[in-house]
Structure formats: structure tokens, C-alpha cells
């Protein structure tokens, strides 16, 4: 007898069709009415759909009156984020001082970072007994959704869950920027002890040490990692912390934030728009890649043999055959991505402080390699260079840590953003964000039950 598994899967796949030849729209559609798909136009251009004051991204520039791709630049607060980064550079920590840039407005003082650091501390604790009746049931392989499940099981603890006011927004918006790393490691130390069979070790975070500092105390067994691994993850944090209002995971805080949602909710949906491999999920692809390249290209010191084997992953014949070289290329900046620029140093040092210098000089062929290989295999309109997540991956695994944190640690940088976003649209919301979309539904005479028929799709 079939299971309700196996009847539902029947019924499923045989609707399947049903569905293409129901909603499937011919691209030629969307050119006869001017739609932006993507919300972008033919030359990747966003369309604007609002004004924001946290962020900026540079990759164009004004020539005689021409748009001319250049170096990208990303301004945090009107502040060039290269800047920032090397002026904490591996002499202390970094994300603190930049999430007070981003959610107040200017770099702080000696005083305002020590109170905001503090406020920090005081609120990295989950509810009694959350970990347990939480976040240690239903463990589950996809962290994000554990986090997600988690941050919605908060607002059960808070009285004030749909108090909008920015004072209590700013709150929550604390809270979940200390507690989203907490739940992040926890889950994955649930799911490791009990879908793989490994210790189990919940480490409490300490409120004198930075936040990259906590995430490797809580996440390795002995609590210990040195001062150059946090610094690194530190800046990785702070690179991935904001990226203007319009990708895809603070666009969608800004339009729930619209409706009037509480901040979980808001939270919640952002968090599911960042787990998508399109978004967040970019540097485990790379991580697949490089690992496929090592295992396919007999000498990968050998250039022609590297540059071969890129021209067929482009031509769609081996990897995923999805004829994409995975870490290449933004869907805004053009000739360089300024975050990978800067990091580069970051994981250089690193490499060799890990005694992974050919697996680093892999990584540079490729950057090097790989737009070549592009803009002679495909037409592009612009420039074609490494963006920050070709290397964030390789760091993390040099770090120990599995992949399934990868796009966990880009929430807790990214939940910064998000939080800027939310109450800048908050405090400046007019209307709901509702964008038009052009039906070309046909009418139809409505045809009784009874005359029906039994018509059956095959």
C-alpha cells in the first residue's frame, strides 16, 4: 500500500505540467510591456524604488557625459568602507564601532563604544531554557531555518512584540544582532550532536570579548582560536554587514517593514531571502567549485590546464553545468568589488599562517584566470571580477568552520543592515511597498459544475 508520501508525490508530479502550461510566460511578454524583470534593466541597472542614507555602491562614474564602469566603492554612513576596514586592520576589533556607524549615523567616541558594547553584552542571553525547548528540538541540517524558527519562537518572549516605536524597535534590533550568533552556533551544535553523532558542547559567549571573538569561542570545543583568526572573521563580518537598500534580503525587510509588520516577522522574511544560493548561499557554490576543480585538473599549478577546464565550466560541460564560474562577477559592481579588494589581505595572511599557500595561489589563478575565460566565452555589458564571496568561503574553511555556518555568518553581519534598514524605513514610511504587476489574464466564461465534465490531465 503506497504512503501518503508516495500518493501526494504522484498527484504532485502529475500536476507539474499543469503548472508550466498554466503560468509559463513567454519572455518576449515582458519586452512588449517594459517590465523590469528582476527589478532590473537590460543593463543591470536597479530600478528605484526608494531613498536610503546608510549606504552607498559606487561602480559606475561620468565621463563626458558617458557612464563608464570603474573600481566598485562601498560607502558605510559617507564613509568609504576600505577606509574603515584598514584602519582597524589587525590592530583591534572592527564590528562593533562599524554597527554603531550604521545604526546611529557617525563613528563613536571611547565612550559611546564602550556603552554600546556593553549594551551588547547585557543582552547576549537567550530566554531560560530556550536552547533546550528550542533551538536542541528538531535539529536540522539547514541552520538558516533553525535560526529563522528561532528568531520567530523570540517574539513569544516579548511583551512588546508589535510595538513599533523606534525606542523598542532599536531594542529588539540589539537583541537579535547578540542573539542571532548565539542561536546560529547552538543550532549547528544540535544538529551536529544528534544528526551526525558528534559531542554535544554548548559554550556560553563572554561579554568581554568582541562578537568575532565569541562566534569561535562558541563554536570550537575548547573555546580557543588566536587573535589573527578573529581578526579575520571580524572583517569579514563588517565587509558583509551592508550593502545598499536594494539586494535582495533588505529589500524585502524594507517592503515587510512597510506593512507594519513586528521585527521578528521582518527579521524572519529577510532571513529567508538570504538563504537563497542566489543571495547568501554564493560562497558554499564556490566552495563546490574550487573542490571540483582540484579534483578534475590533474596539475593546478598548470595555467592552460586551469584556464581549459574554467572555459568548460563556462560552456556548460562539467560542474553543475549551470555554465557559471561561481564567485565571478556582481549584479552591481563591474571593472571590482572594493570588499574583495580589501579582504584580499585578510586571507592572504591567513592562507600562510595556515600553511595553505598553494591553495591560496588556486584562488588568485582563478581571479585572475576566470574573467578572461568570461568575457571571451559570453557577451557582457561590463566588467567581470572577483566579489567578496569567492574568498569568504575559503576563509571559513580555514577557519573549521563547516559549511553549514557559512550563510549563518552572513545573517549575523547582514542582521546590522537589516536593522538600519528597518528603522529607517520606519521612521520615514508613507505608504505600503507595493510594486504593480501587468496581468494578462484572459477572461474566461464560467462553465458550471455540472457541465464539466471529466477532463483529466495526462
Given at each position: 500500500m503506497a504512503s501518503r508520501r508516495e500518493i501526494l508525490r504522484e498527484y504532485t508530479d502529475r500536476y507539474e505540467k499543469v503548472c508550466f502550461d498554466v503560468d509559463d510566460v513567454d519572455v518576449e511578454v515582458y519586452d512588449q510591456f517594459g517590465v523590469k524583470r528582476g527589478l532590473r534593466d537590460k543593463n543591470g541597472s536597479g530600478v528605484l524604488t526608494g531613498v536610503t542614507n546608510i549606504s552607498r555602491i559606487d561602480a559606475f562614474e561620468m565621463k563626458d557625459g558617458v557612464k563608464t564602469p570603474c573600481d566598485g566603492r562601498l560607502w558605510y554612513r559617507g564613509y568609504d568602507v576600505i577606509d574603515l576596514v584598514n584602519d582597524f586592520a589587525f590592530k583591534r576589533f572592527g564590528f562593533e564601532e562599524v554597527a554603531y556607524l550604521l545604526l546611529f549615523g557617525d563613528m563613536p567616541t571611547d565612550e559611546q563604544l564602550k556603552e554600546f558594547c556593553e549594551m551588547l553584552a547585557m543582552v547576549r542571553v537567550l530566554p531560560r531554557n530556550f536552547t533546550r525547548d528550542v533551538i536542541m528540538k528538531a535539529p536540522?541540517?539547514?541552520?538558516?531555518?533553525?535560526?529563522?524558527?528561532?528568531?520567530?519562537?523570540?517574539?513569544?518572549?516579548?511583551?512588546?512584540?508589535?510595538?513599533?516605536?523606534?525606542?523598542?524597535?532599536?531594542?529588539?534590533?540589539?537583541?537579535?544582532?547578540?542573539?542571532?550568533?548565539?542561536?546560529?552556533?547552538?543550532?549547528?551544535?544540535?544538529?551536529?550532536?544528534?544528526?551526525?553523532?558528534?559531542?554535544?558542547?554548548?559554550?556560553r559567549p563572554d561579554p568581554n570579548l568582541s562578537m568575532a571573538e565569541n562566534i569561535l569561542r562558541m563554536l570550537r570545543p575548547d573555546k580557543k582560536y588566536t587573535e589573527l583568526e578573529a581578526q579575520v572573521l571580524d572583517a569579514s563580518l563588517v565587509l558583509h554587514m551592508e550593502h545598499g537598500g536594494g539586494n535582495n534580503s533588505t529589500f524585502t525587510t524594507r517592503v515587510v517593514s512597510s506593512a507594519g509588520s513586528d521585527t521578528y516577522s521582518v527579521i524572519a522574511a529577510a532571513l529567508s531571502s538570504l538563504k537563497g544560493p542566489k543571495h547568501g548561499g554564493a560562497n558554499i557554490k564556490?566552495?563546490?567549485?574550487?573542490?571540483?576543480?582540484?579534483?578534475?585538473?590533474?596539475?593546478?599549478?598548470?595555467?592552460?590546464?586551469?584556464?581549459?577546464?574554467?572555459?568548460?565550466?563556462?560552456?556548460?560541460?562539467?560542474?553543475?553545468?549551470?555554465?557559471?564560474?561561481?564567485?565571478?562577477?556582481?549584479?552591481?559592481?563591474?571593472?571590482?568589488?572594493?570588499?574583495?579588494?580589501?579582504?584580499?589581505?585578510?586571507?592572504?595572511?591567513?592562507a600562510h599562517d595556515k600553511n595553505m599557500d598553494k591553495q591560496y595561489k588556486l584562488y588568485s589563478d582563478i581571479a585572475r584566470i576566470a574573467p578572461e575565460v568570461i568575457a571571451k566565452k559570453r557577451?557582457?555589458?561590463?566588467?567581470?571580477?572577483?566579489?567578496?564571496?569567492?574568498?569568504?568561503?575559503?576563509?571559513?574553511?580555514?577557519?573549521?568552520?563547516p559549511e553549514e555556518l557559512y550563510t549563518p555568518i552572513f545573517a549575523m553581519a547582514r542582521m546590522v543592515g537589516w536593522s538600519a534598514h528597518r528603522i529607517e524605513e520606519l521612521i520615514n514610511?508613507?505608504?505600503?511597498?507595493r510594486p504593480a504587476y501587468m496581468s494578462i489574464m484572459k477572461e474566461k466564461k464560467f462553465v458550471p459544475k455540472e457541465e464539466r465534465g471529466n477532463h483529466i490531465y495526462e
Amino acid at each position: 500500500m503506497a504512503s501518503r508520501r508516495e500518493i501526494l508525490r504522484e498527484y504532485t508530479d502529475r500536476y507539474e505540467k499543469v503548472c508550466f502550461d498554466v503560468d509559463d510566460v513567454d519572455v518576449e511578454v515582458y519586452d512588449q510591456f517594459g517590465v523590469k524583470r528582476g527589478l532590473r534593466d537590460k543593463n543591470g541597472s536597479g530600478v528605484l524604488t526608494g531613498v536610503t542614507n546608510i549606504s552607498r555602491i559606487d561602480a559606475f562614474e561620468m565621463k563626458d557625459g558617458v557612464k563608464t564602469p570603474c573600481d566598485g566603492r562601498l560607502w558605510y554612513r559617507g564613509y568609504d568602507v576600505i577606509d574603515l576596514v584598514n584602519d582597524f586592520a589587525f590592530k583591534r576589533f572592527g564590528f562593533e564601532e562599524v554597527a554603531y556607524l550604521l545604526l546611529f549615523g557617525d563613528m563613536p567616541t571611547d565612550e559611546q563604544l564602550k556603552e554600546f558594547c556593553e549594551m551588547l553584552a547585557m543582552v547576549r542571553v537567550l530566554p531560560r531554557n530556550f536552547t533546550r525547548d528550542v533551538i536542541m528540538k528538531a535539529p536540522s541540517r539547514d541552520i538558516m531555518n533553525s535560526i529563522t524558527k528561532g528568531v520567530l519562537t523570540l517574539a513569544a518572549y516579548d511583551d512588546n512584540v508589535s510595538d513599533l516605536s523606534i525606542t523598542n524597535v532599536l531594542h529588539q534590533c540589539l537583541k537579535l544582532i547578540s542573539e542571532i550568533p548565539m542561536i546560529s552556533v547552538y543550532a549547528y551544535c544540535a544538529y551536529n550532536h544528534y544528526e551526525k553523532d558528534d559531542s554535544m558542547y554548548i559554550h556560553r559567549p563572554d561579554p568581554n570579548l568582541s562578537m568575532a571573538e565569541n562566534i569561535l569561542r562558541m563554536l570550537r570545543p575548547d573555546k580557543k582560536y588566536t587573535e589573527l583568526e578573529a581578526q579575520v572573521l571580524d572583517a569579514s563580518l563588517v565587509l558583509h554587514m551592508e550593502h545598499g537598500g536594494g539586494n535582495n534580503s533588505t529589500f524585502t525587510t524594507r517592503v515587510v517593514s512597510s506593512a507594519g509588520s513586528d521585527t521578528y516577522s521582518v527579521i524572519a522574511a529577510a532571513l529567508s531571502s538570504l538563504k537563497g544560493p542566489k543571495h547568501g548561499g554564493a560562497n558554499i557554490k564556490v566552495m563546490q567549485m574550487i573542490k571540483d576543480i582540484r579534483k578534475n585538473v590533474p596539475d593546478t599549478d598548470d595555467e592552460d590546464m586551469l584556464r581549459s577546464y574554467l572555459e568548460k565550466i563556462v560552456d556548460k560541460q562539467t560542474f553543475d553545468r549551470m555554465g557559471l564560474i561561481y564567485g565571478m562577477g556582481h549584479a552591481i559592481y563591474s571593472i571590482s568589488d572594493p570588499r574583495a579588494r580589501v579582504f584580499k589581505q585578510f586571507v592572504e595572511k591567513l592562507a600562510h599562517d595556515k600553511n595553505m599557500d598553494k591553495q591560496y595561489k588556486l584562488y588568485s589563478d582563478i581571479a585572475r584566470i576566470a574573467p578572461e575565460v568570461i568575457a571571451k566565452k559570453r557577451k557582457i555589458y561590463k566588467g567581470v571580477s572577483p566579489n567578496v564571496d569567492f574568498y569568504s568561503g575559503f576563509v571559513y574553511s580555514m577557519l573549521g568552520i563547516p559549511e553549514e555556518l557559512y550563510t549563518p555568518i552572513f545573517a549575523m553581519a547582514r542582521m546590522v543592515g537589516w536593522s538600519a534598514h528597518r528603522i529607517e524605513e520606519l521612521i520615514n514610511v508613507d505608504k505600503i511597498i507595493r510594486p504593480a504587476y501587468m496581468s494578462i489574464m484572459k477572461e474566461k466564461k464560467f462553465v458550471p459544475k455540472e457541465e464539466r465534465g471529466n477532463h483529466i490531465y495526462e
